[in-house]
């Protein structure tokens, strides 16, 4: 994966540098972003297979699985739990908010680079540690962690109990390590933007994306704390056999599972910010419109961050916590669903009376949109103590965080990359394919999750290896829904081939662009594509808010941040 | 912790004295436990450490003449860490009682082969 | 606005620049610590709630040394008295003087690990192992992630005060100094909870 050579007038001068130093140990921030985002879509191919293997056991149970083979009942354990971690924190996490976040914000907010360069690079570097001991943990003597990625005790703090002495701690470690990552990942991107944005730059005339980012950067700071913590007893449990989480010596195994949902909650809005922000950037360019209230944005992205580390009990309702506090965090789970849909709609608001585009980028933002409208409003079935008690650990709980992590994740991923590509590459994505590839993922997607939301009404749990010990729970009907479920995921894996084309085609070969192929306002759009070492080629200056698309007045429909008001003075 | 001075030219206070402050509140912390009623002990052993790590805090960290706001991320987190232990300690600190059902197991039936 | 003519290699403008009016290294600093409340704050509050769950604890806790916790208390807090005489004598760009006493602070979170693991040793020796109990368990990873911190410290501080002996990177004093007191805020709040609350 070459990147092409700066075509414009760069603003540093370089030495011809080796491979090496130009794209493994670069410290230039858009580097060390393609870096993430590629190891990230890597995994994320890794954790589809993953799903791809375990789907095709449910939906065929005990048939030897193409390309894989036969699927253990423990295999299948270690297959879910290593999706799931795969998914969250080797591809949602450095694609989202350390691939976009160090690709962007330092050109969006108008510097050359991130404020510590080389402390960027070393986050990286330990995330990468984090990854490949991830991917030897599945391998190593009695295969990879099998105990779901939350990882409960006892089940994961002994070996005696989970049969997996080397995988369990590596699981662990990978997860500590891929933390210490992102904290010094977060750290860089707040101090950046609180320290080095450009001259007038304020605070509300940030885009929306960064202020996401960086809101994500700390709620992720804030809540990680006890699951660290957490982490080191939960590891000594494992390895050295001390009883933390032990009932039976004092320990309480609930304790881990209020670190990890403290932690984990707040991680689904970590990832959920970036995606929304990345949607926020792609309608307004594509709406030819002003976002519509950017400050309730804002505001909303606040109160999501700080209400979101008072609902994580929600995930226990069933484990035997105080009623009383079942009710509070019932209360506190439906109340964050304010702000989150008020976001919603001030981005159809934004839509409203807009001159309506749809390009690749357009169509996955809409369908974010849509897509995560329906994750949350299953969501408020989950976060009533009542209802959940009967849904706990169905698929219908699967099914609906997968209405909200794939919007996230996959399809938020996809906006940014075919918005973002031309300014990554210099190169133009190629529109034909990227619309066979949205309708290609897009309508699989529903087939594969909305029978599972059927399956998990009718009582089907999660982490099941095989239904046919469940006679009541492997009818005909429910059977024939996993097939659907299955040959749905088969279809939509099978359309990634054409991005996967697309991508290094375009890059390639793709039209070549100029600086700004959007008419976009954001900063980013003001430096050469691809952006040379150091950016930009004079450091700009920021006269205005990001979103003056269409102001009356104006002959073009756009109006770029760095341009001077008087630009426009001598047009008449 | 008045700010007042932000930006003065950082004229130092007598580090010494501040020091020696801190020594005198770690005698009176040791001697708390020997008036032997569990409430004097609570207030010298943990109402002093806040104090004495209030003190460390502002005068060796300066955040006596530091920007306002440092104070409010670390109160802020310290914030998430009085969340974290509200919401969790219900659950560790009482578990004995109306949430937790005592029931003895039965073992599964043995499986049934056609 | 930037120093253009900076030549060290590699030092993009962005460093440079300070829109919050904190220099850029120490606003990274108060994030570090941040971060660390947090985590201190995890370990410490789960700690607390057993303790409070578990009365036997108190009977436990009352086998730690009392009097090796005080000193260590002391022997933390000169350290950090020095820590900021360091920072002082930094700012009056005098880079001899702020190596001494950071080196003096060195030497005190050594005597501090000395103490340590004298106390450790002992009670390993009479049987209060990581094992014995979950508080035992929770004692040993508090005061190790403690101690750990300490070693951190103590490296970090080596290589600044190698710098600041040269008078190079003088606000780097401050920075470490910062660390410092916050590592010894945290055994400020070790210090009752596992040695005084009996
Ligand atoms: C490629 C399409 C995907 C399919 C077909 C899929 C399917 C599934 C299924 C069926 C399960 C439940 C397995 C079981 O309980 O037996 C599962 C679990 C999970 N998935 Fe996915 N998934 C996909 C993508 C994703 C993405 C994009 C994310 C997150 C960003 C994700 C996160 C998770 C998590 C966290 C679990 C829970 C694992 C556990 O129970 O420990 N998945 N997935």
Redesign the pocket.
């Known amino acids: 994966m070459s990147m092409p050579a700066p075509a414009h007038g760069a603003a540093v001068a370089h030495a011809p540098e080796s491979f090496w130093s130009r794209y493994v140990f670069s410290t230039d921030h858009k580097v060390i972003g393609l870096q993430y985002m590629f190891t990230g879509m890597a995994m994320?191919l890794i954790?589809?297979f993953m799903?791809?293997v375990?789907?095709m056991q449910?939906a065929f149970p005990g048939q030897s699985v193409p390309l894989y083979g036969l699927v253990t009942a423990r295999e299948?354990n270690a297959l879910?739990?290593n999706?799931?971690?795969i998914?969250?924190f080797w591809?949602?996490m450095p694609v989202l908010i350390a691939g976009l976040g160090n690709f962007l914000i330092p050109l969006m907010i108008g510097c050359d680079d991130m404020v510590f360069p080389r402390l960027n690079r070393l986050s990286y570097q330990i995330f990468f540690v984090s990854v490949v001991i991830i991917l030897i943990s599945l391998v190593v003597p009695g295969g990879g962690f099998g105990g779901?990625?939350?990882a409960y005790p006892p089940l994961s703090a002994s070996a005696h109990y989970n049969h997996t002495p080397w995988g369990a701690p590596l699981w662990l470690l990978a997860v500590a390590l891929e933390f210490v990552a992102f904290l010094l990942g977060g750290i860089n991107f707040t101090v950046t933007v609180m320290n080095a944005r450009a001259p007038g730059m304020t605070a509300m005339r940030i885009p929306i994306v960064v202020w996401m980012i960086v809101i994500a950067s700390l709620v992720f700071m804030g809540s990680v704390g006890p699951l660290i913590a957490g982490a080191v007893m939960l590891f000594l449990d494992q390895t050295v056999g001390t009883q933390f989480f032990d009932p039976k010596a004092g320990g309480d195994p609930l304790l881990w599972q209020h670190l990890f949902w403290f932690f984990g909650h707040p991680e689904v809005y970590v990832?959920l910010l970036p995606a929304t922000g990345v949607v926020a950037e792609v309608l307004t360019v594509f709406a030819r419109k002003k976002l519509f209230a950017y400050k309730t944005i804002l505001g909303t992205a606040i109160a999501t961050g700080i209400i979101s580390f008072f609902v994580w009990a929600h995930h226990q309702f069933v484990a035997g916590i105080d009623p009383r506090m079942a009710h509070l965090f019932t209360i506190t789970t439906l109340l964050i669903s304010i702000p989150v849909a008020e976001m919603l709609f001030a981005f159809i608001a934004t839509l409203y009376g807009g001159s309506i585009e749809f390009a690749t980028p357009m169509l996955w933002a809409l369908a974010f949109i849509a897509e995560f409208l329906i994750g949350g409003v299953t969501g408020i079935f989950l976060g009533a103590n009542a209802t959940d008690i009967y849904l706990h650990d169905t698929?219908f709980v699967?099914a609906h965080?997968?209405y909200t992590?794939?919007p996230?994740?996959?399809i938020g991923t996809f906006a940014a990359i075919t918005y973002w590509f031309p300014k990554m590459f210099g190169r133009r994505m190629s529109e034909t394919l990227g619309k066979i590839h949205f309708w290609g993922t897009v309508i699989p997607?529903n087939l594969?999750?909305i029978p599972?939301f059927l399956t998990g009404v009718a009582g089907q749990h999660?982490?099941?290896?095989s239904y046919e010990n469940f006679p009541q729970l492997s009818t005909p009907w429910l059977n024939h829904l996993a097939v659907i479920?299955t040959v749905a995921?088969i279809v939509?894996?099978a359309f990634q081939v054409v991005f996967l084309v697309n991508f290094f085609w375009s890059m390639r070969h793709g039209e070549e662009v100029g600086a700004n192929p959007w008419n976009a306002n954001t900063l980013e759009w003001a430096a050469p594509s691809p952006p040379p070492h150091g950016n930009f080629v004079t450091m700009p200056a920021v006269y205005r808010g990001p979103y003056e698309y269409g102001v009356p007045d104006r002959d073009l429909d756009y109006w770029p941040q760095h341009v001077p008001n008087q630009e426009e003075l001598p047009r008449a | 912790m008045s700010s007042e001075a932000v930006h003065a030219d950082r004229a130092h206070p007598s580090y010494v004295r501040i020091y020696l402050a801190l020594l005198v509140l770690l005698a009176i912390s040791l001697l708390g436990p020997m008036f032997g009623h569990p409430i004097v002990t609570l207030v010298t052993a943990f109402g002093i450490a806040i104090v004495k790590a209030t003190m460390v805090a502002a005068y060796f960290m300066h955040l006596n003449i530091e920007e306002r706001y440092v104070w409010y991320i670390l109160f802020v987190m310290l914030g998430f860490v009085l969340v974290m232990f509200a919401g969790i300690a219900p659950d560790v600190m009482l578990p004995a009682g109306q949430n937790w059902l005592h029931l003895p197991i039965t073992p599964p039936a043995p499986p049934v082969h056609h | 606005m930037s120093h253009a003519a900076d030549v060290r290699a590699h030092v993009p403008i962005a460093t440079g620049r300070s829109a919050t009016g904190i220099p850029t290294a120490r606003l990274a600093v108060w994030w570090v610590l941040a971060s660390e409340i947090v985590i201190f704050g995890g370990l410490i509050g789960s700690y607390v709630m057993l303790r409070l769950h578990h009365p036997h604890w108190a009977e436990e806790a009352s086998h730690t040394n009392t009097v090796a916790g005080a000193f260590n208390t002391f022997v933390l807090l000169t350290s950090s008295l020095a820590a900021v005489l360091a920072h002082q004598a930094a700012e009056a760009r005098n880079g001899p003087r702020a190596a001494r006493f950071l080196g003096l602070t060195i030497l005190g979170g050594l005597v501090f690990l000395m103490v340590k693991s004298f106390e450790w040793s002992n009670e390993i020796a009479h049987g209060f192992t990581i094992f014995r109990d979950v508080f035992w368990s929770y004692y040993y990873v508090t005061c190790g992630l403690h101690g750990l911190h300490v070693i951190v410290g103590m490296v970090i501080m080596g290589i600044v005060a190698a710098d600041a002996r040269r008078g190079r990177n003088l606000h780097r004093v401050e920075l470490i100094g910062i660390y410092w007191h916050f590592v010894d805020a945290v055994w400020i709040f070790l210090f009752p909870l596992f040695y005084i609350a009996k």
Do not use: E, K
Not at chain 1, 462 to 465: E, K, L, P, T
């Open positions: 994320a954790g589809g799903a791809y375990f789907r449910l299948y879910i739990t999706h799931g971690s998914m969250i591809v949602s779901a990625w939350t990832v698929y699967v965080f997968h992590f794939f996230i994740a996959i997607f594969i999750f599972l999660r982490r099941i290896y479920a995921l939509m894996l």
